[in-house]
Nanobody
């Protein structure tokens, strides 16, 4: 399976940005997806997660009410896109954003994960910069 993160960029405080994560690979597997971010000098932190069914989502307290994670419609059974819409951005949201996937085929359609240690597949990261 491969993850491709895209989107991000630079925006002024109060603005919005979208980042997306395309998960492609084996057609008979289902993946829970999480977004994490890492700012310079700081540890990687959880941002949002979604179960493979899309029925369950979770957010870090720092982004709850401002960020929205969702699954786009699959273009085919081997590809799925997870979208992270970020609104009311502040300079504290500046970081490299990473998406990660965990094979959850046998863990139920409501399983999701907030620890980076749970995820075995990571995308390359995309920069989000919020100016004041």
């Amino acid at each position: 399976v491969q993850l491709q993160a895209s989107g991000g960029g630079m925006v002024q405080a109060g603005g919005s940005l979208n980042v997306s994560c395309t998960v492609s690979g084996r057609t008979n597997r289902r993946y829970a997806v999480g977004w994490f971010r890492q700012a310079p000098g700081r540890e990687r932190e959880f941002v949002a997660a979604i179960s493979w069914s899309g029925m369950i989502v979770d957010y870090a307290a720092s982004v709850k009410g401002r960020f929205d994670i969702s699954r786009g419609e699959a273009t085919n059974t081997a590809t799925n896109t997870v979208l992270l819409h970020m609104a009311s951005l502040t300079p504290e949201d500046t970081a490299v954003y990473y998406c990660a996937a965990k094979d959850s085929t046998y863990f139920g359609h409501t399983s999701y994960y907030v620890s980076p240690d749970e995820y075995g597949i990571w995308g390359q990261g995309t920069q989000v910069t919020v100016s004041s």
